[in-house]
């Protein structure tokens, strides 16, 4: 029998009440771990580093910015922390979930170090070599501004926003992901450009900010639409687009880039998907994001290859391969917004699958006791499976949607 996403869902609407009362209950115990787990990790960072003090950030006599570091993963041959440079995409996830945890537990410490961390970040708001300052900056400062309820970021992030912007091409009416801005052989875009419109659109709205980002976050969300998936809904990861006179705007080559092949979907690029176009329809009201929104999910909820406890493997065409604990959690946080922007009895079945992903992300399959995971949260987080880099290791940004996805859940009740 060959289920269809919709008898998925109803399936899931059935059981929603028993996991989301226990995920509701857990959420305390959750936490107080992932504050125990994040305390752990700010120590083994601190004395190697020193965040929030520039001279004292830069050990070694190294360069002042350009060597300043930030914890990433764990090396679990050495045991040692993984600290990147501050100029890595993933370097506003640590810092931002120091302010989830803030957030979840009210405790001056993780204000105090998600201050110090963010702070370190503030030269990438200059960068616009790549697409990634949107999740750099913004979950970092733009948690800070959210929950300090201050202005003294926002200059800092519009011109952050700024940056990106020059990325932004009008002929394609695309943001280029990858490469140099002047590159005139490739033009690169993936779906994780879906989440970097999110500083776009509030930039757009914020004091000395332009709506002129928000036309070009509605452009690239368009066109990305058009061109970045299948009928079914299912996602390419790397598009290059043609640029010559004649031709621009026309996709000449798809890549597999972090997935499986050109035929398959990569999972964190679905959910990232998921979350981008979710967010799309939050900041602009504009029904076809929501609608598509919800196509992507259905795709990845009632794929065949969809595990039972909701964690996908790392390419929903790589079944019985590695899960992807990052993948899980960004979706998560995804279903957990677009059901409340859904609503009803489709809302309902959303938020119930990601009650069941949490719940599973939760357990000692996925959540990690004392050091055995270098004290990140999540195991099994897969980053870049074809190149065999970061394959079953936690992954910060893992971490950060995971906290993000329990709050999002505590806020939007039941
Ligand atoms: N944005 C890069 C990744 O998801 O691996």
Same mark, same amino acid.
């Given at each position: 029998?060959k289920y269809?996403?919709?008898?998925?869902?109803?399936?899931?609407?059935?059981?929603a009440?028993?996991?989301?009362?226990?995920?509701?209950?857990?959420?305390?115990?959750?936490?107080?771990?992932?504050?125990e787990h994040?305390?752990?990790?700010?120590?083994?960072?601190?004395?190697?580093?020193?965040?929030?003090?520039?001279?004292?950030?830069?050990?070694?006599?190294?360069?002042?910015?350009?060597?300043?570091?930030?914890?990433?993963?764990?090396?679990?041959k050495?045991?040692?922390l993984?600290?990147?440079?501050?100029?890595?995409?993933?370097?506003g996830?640590?810092?931002?979930?120091l302010?989830?945890?803030y957030?979840?537990?009210?405790?001056e410490?993780f204000k105090?170090?998600?201050?110090?961390w963010?702070?370190t970040?503030?030269?990438?708001?200059?960068?616009?070599?790549n697409?990634d300052?949107g999740?750099?900056?913004?979950?970092?400062?733009?948690?800070a501004?959210?929950?300090?309820?201050?202005?003294?970021?926002?200059?800092?992030?519009?011109e952050?926003a700024?940056?990106l912007?020059?990325?932004?091409n009008?002929e394609l009416g695309?943001?280029?992901?990858?490469?140099?801005?002047?590159?005139?052989?490739?033009?690169?875009?993936?779906?994780?450009n879906m989440?970097?419109?999110?500083l776009?659109?509030?930039?757009a709205k914020?004091?000395?900010?332009d709506?002129?980002?928000?036309?070009?976050?509605?452009?690239?969300?368009d066109t990305?639409m058009?061109?970045?998936?299948?009928?079914?809904g299912?996602v390419?990861?790397?598009?290059?687009y043609?640029q010559?006179p004649?031709?621009?705007g026309?996709?000449?080559e798809?890549?597999?880039?972090?997935?499986?092949?050109?035929?398959?979907?990569?999972?964190r690029?679905?959910?990232? /998907?998921? #979350?981008?176009y979710?967010m799309?329809?939050?900041?602009?009201?504009?029904?076809? =994001?929501? &609608? +598509?929104? *919800?196509k992507? /999910?259905? #795709?990845?909820?009632?794929h065949?290859?969809?595990?039972?406890?909701?964690?996908? =493997?790392? &390419? +929903?065409? *790589?079944?019985?391969?590695e899960?992807?604990?990052s993948a899980?959690?960004?979706?998560a946080?995804?279903?957990v917004e677009?059901a409340?922007l859904?609503?009803?009895?489709?809302?309902?079945?959303?938020?119930a699958?990601?009650?069941?992903q949490?719940?599973a992300?939760?357990?000692?399959?996925?959540f990690?006791?004392?050091?055995e995971?270098?004290?990140?949260?999540l195991?099994?987080?897969?980053?870049?499976?074809p190149?065999n880099?970061?394959?079953d290791?936690?992954?910060?940004?893992?971490d950060?949607y995971?906290?993000?996805?329990?709050?999002?859940?505590?806020?939007?009740?039941?």
């Amino acid at each position: 029998m060959k289920y269809t996403a919709l008898m998925m869902l109803a399936l899931f609407a059935a059981t929603a009440t028993a996991a989301e009362d226990v995920l509701i209950a857990r959420m305390p115990e959750i936490f107080a771990k992932a504050a125990e787990h994040y305390r752990a990790l700010d120590a083994a960072a601190t004395p190697l580093k020193g965040a929030g003090d520039a001279k004292e950030a830069v050990p070694h006599g190294a360069k002042p910015h350009g060597d300043r570091r930030v914890p990433h993963g764990w090396n679990a041959k050495t045991g040692k922390l993984d600290m990147r440079s501050i100029y890595w995409w993933t370097s506003g996830h640590f810092p931002g979930s120091l302010w989830y945890l803030y957030e979840a537990t009210g405790d001056e410490f993780f204000k105090d170090r998600a201050t110090a961390w963010t702070e370190t970040l503030a030269p990438n708001s200059k960068v616009t070599d790549n697409h990634d300052v949107g999740f750099i900056m913004y979950c970092s400062y733009g948690n800070a501004r959210r929950l300090l309820k201050t202005d003294k970021y926002d200059a800092l992030l519009v011109e952050t926003a700024d940056s990106l912007s020059k990325r932004f091409n009008p002929e394609l009416g695309l943001i280029r992901s990858w490469g140099a801005l002047n590159e005139k052989r490739e033009f690169l875009v993936i779906p994780d450009n879906m989440m970097n419109l999110e500083l776009l659109e509030w930039a757009a709205k914020a004091k000395g900010g332009d709506r002129r980002f928000d036309e070009i976050a509605r452009s690239h969300a368009d066109t990305t639409m058009k061109h970045h998936f299948r009928p079914d809904g299912g996602v390419f990861h790397v598009l290059n687009y043609d640029q010559r006179p004649g031709f621009v705007g026309v996709v000449q080559e798809i890549r597999r880039g972090q997935g499986r092949s050109c035929e398959t979907a990569w999972s964190r690029g679905q959910s990232w /998907a998921i #979350y981008g176009y979710s967010m799309m329809f939050r900041e602009t009201g504009e029904r076809r =994001y929501l &609608d +598509f929104a *919800a196509k992507l /999910a259905d #795709y990845a909820i009632g794929h065949p290859n969809m595990p039972a406890d909701g964690i996908p =493997y790392w &390419d +929903f065409g *790589a079944p019985g391969e590695e899960r992807d604990s990052s993948a899980g959690a960004v979706m998560a946080s995804a279903l957990v917004e677009l059901a409340r922007l859904v609503g009803g009895k489709k809302g309902a079945a959303y938020r119930a699958f990601a009650a069941k992903q949490l719940l599973a992300l939760s357990s000692p399959a996925y959540f990690s006791e004392g050091d055995e995971n270098g004290h990140w949260l999540l195991k099994h987080g897969v980053g870049h499976k074809p190149a065999n880099s970061e394959v079953d290791v936690p992954l910060d940004y893992g971490d950060y949607y995971f906290l993000e996805a329990l709050l999002r859940y505590r806020e939007s009740g039941r």
